[in-house]
């Protein structure tokens, strides 16, 4: 972009994009480039907030801003990456995207390569690194399979591969097929890491994989070998993203000890905010061990791991942890007669409970005509329930309507604590 188009941009910087559109600018200025910046730099004030504040930053069109992890995950990200021991390595991000997590990571190891097949990308990351102090970092644009391949081969012509591997790999593999539709199953990821975890693991001494919410844990725990570690992560109590830490084979040929079964392998269950973090470490095999702690009545107070524990699924577990019962076995509430600070997850208080029989119902809506409400272990949808109860949305007051262990349905009034 030219100087004219790059005063633009930061003149407008908090203009209204859609407004900006319809103006008139200068002949010198390219509008929907100086409209792209714009836009992008204010989507990223949030989620990227040192990459908004750092002038001359080009970002790529609002899609790849959306689909790209925030700050906060990748800083977590290099905390994973910390953890693992390894020395003298290089780094390499298979699947560069628009470099966030590349830009977290990248400063851990000696020397680091971003690889991307869209050239797009790839012109805006060699514009982007070293104004965010990565002026030494390798920029290849190319597929990450074709990059796997060369350093599978390569590392076969070596004569002895004696010497283990010194190269940690990142890989966040695209969650859609050809035709845009999201995928549940990590085969059908691009690049497919099932299919090349063999060459993944021969050419590397760690890897880390990220992948969506939506994929199932357990397919890709039995899909993946070599699994140490695997990371749930929440942001603010939404699930952003899965993290599969996988060590590489130390010696080529020889027998892989580091080889853990899947419900032996610690997951730990993440919940980033503003202020602080929580973490909840597990494995299946304590989950599946732990005995069944349900309710005989409900409590003063009600608890709700957060989303990282229930996407992990440690139901049973957080009774084991915590002096909390579960409301029924699928309902993934918990109760207690005492608050607990260091839950993690949301707690509530008390202040009322009904049946749905129409009396009981009545009592404790009196007064209330609009309400913030949640279902949970419960079978009917949020907007039907509230069509039937003739509730508005908001209102300050907060009902939670729910199934005890009899199989009782319950609505309850309850505040934060």
């Known amino acids: 972009?030219?100087?004219?188009?790059?005063?633009?941009?930061?003149?407008?910087?908090?203009?209204?994009?859609?407004?900006?559109?319809?103006?008139?600018?200068?002949?010198?200025?390219?509008?929907?480039?100086?409209?792209?910046?714009?836009?992008?730099?204010?989507?990223?004030?949030?989620?990227?907030?040192?990459?908004?504040?750092?002038?001359?930053?080009?970002?790529?069109?609002?899609?790849?801003?959306?689909?790209?992890?925030?700050?906060?995950?990748?800083?977590?990200?290099?905390?994973?990456?910390?953890?693992?021991?390894?020395?003298d390595s290089s780094f390499m991000d298979l699947t560069g995207g628009l470099g966030i997590d590349f830009t977290a990571i990248a400063p851990?190891?000696?020397?680091?390569?971003?690889?991307?097949?869209?050239?797009?990308?790839?012109?805006?990351?060699?514009?982007?690194?070293?104004?965010?102090?990565?002026?030494?970092?390798?920029?290849?644009?190319?597929?990450?399979?074709?990059t796997i391949d060369s350093l599978a081969r390569a590392r076969a012509k070596r004569s002895s591969c004696a010497v283990p591997s010194s190269l940690f790999l990142f890989l966040d593999p695209a969650r859609r097929d050809s035709a845009g539709r999201k995928v549940a199953l990590i085969e059908d990821c691009s690049p497919d890491v099932c299919a090349l975890q063999h060459q993944l693991r021969t050419v590397a001494c760690g890897i880390l994989i990220k992948l969506s919410p939506?994929?199932?844990?357990?397919?890709?725990?039995?899909?993946?070998?070599?699994?140490?570690?695997?990371?749930?992560?929440?942001?603010?109590?939404?699930?952003?993203?899965?993290?599969?830490?996988?060590q590489g084979h130390p010696v080529v040929g020889e027998p892989d000890s580091s080889e853990v079964s899947p419900e032996s392998i610690p997951i730990h269950c993440v919940n980033l905010t503003a202020n602080a973090s929580s973490s909840f470490i597990f494995t299946r095999q304590e989950e599946e061990e732990t005995p069944l702690c349900l309710a005989d009545a409900l409590g003063p107070y009600l608890y709700e791991p957060n989303a990282s524990i229930l996407k992990a699924g440690?139901?049973?577990?957080?009774?084991?942890?915590?002096?909390?019962?579960?409301?029924?076995?699928?309902?993934?509430?918990?109760?207690?007669?005492?608050?607990?600070?260091?839950?993690?997850?949301?707690?509530?208080?008390?202040?009322?409970?009904?049946?749905?029989?129409?009396?009981?119902?009545?009592?404790?809506?009196?007064?209330?005509?609009?309400?913030?409400?949640?279902v949970r272990g419960f079978p009917t949808a949020v907007g039907t329930l509230r069509r039937q109860l003739h509730l508005r949305e908001g209102g300050g007051t907060h009902l939670i309507a729910t199934t005890l262990i009899n199989n009782t349905r319950i609505l309850l009034r309850v505040e934060r604590l």
């Not at 994929?215 to 599969?244: N, Y």
């Open 1 to 87: 972009m030219n100087a004219a188009t790059l005063d633009f941009i930061r003149q407008h910087a908090q203009a209204d994009v859609r407004r900006l559109a319809l103006s008139t600018v200068p002949e010198d200025v390219d509008l929907r480039a100086a409209l792209t910046q714009i836009e992008g730099r204010q989507s990223a004030a949030h989620k990227l907030p040192t990459w908004a504040a750092t002038d001359g930053l080009l970002f790529p069109p609002r899609l790849a801003l959306e689909q790209c992890s925030s700050e906060a995950t990748a800083a977590y990200k290099r905390r994973v990456v910390e953890g693992f021991r390894f020395q």
């Open 314 to 374: 440690a139901f049973k577990t957080v009774c084991q942890r915590f002096p909390v019962r579960q409301l029924a076995q699928h309902t993934h509430l918990y109760t207690a007669d005492q608050p607990i600070r260091d839950f993690p997850g949301r707690c509530w208080r008390v202040l009322d409970s009904a049946s749905f029989n129409k009396k009981d119902l009545r009592r404790l809506l009196t007064g209330i005509h609009a309400a913030d409400l949640t």
């Open 108 to 146: 851990l190891f000696q020397h680091a390569i971003y690889v991307e097949r869209q050239e797009a990308l790839c012109e805006l990351a060699r514009h982007n690194f070293p104004l965010l102090g990565l002026p030494d970092a390798e920029v290849r644009c190319t597929a990450a399979e074709e």
């Open 214 to 246: 939506m994929l199932d844990l357990t397919a890709a725990l039995h899909a993946l070998h070599g699994i140490v570690e695997v990371h749930v992560v929440s942001v603010e109590g939404e699930c952003k993203e899965l993290l599969l830490l996988i």
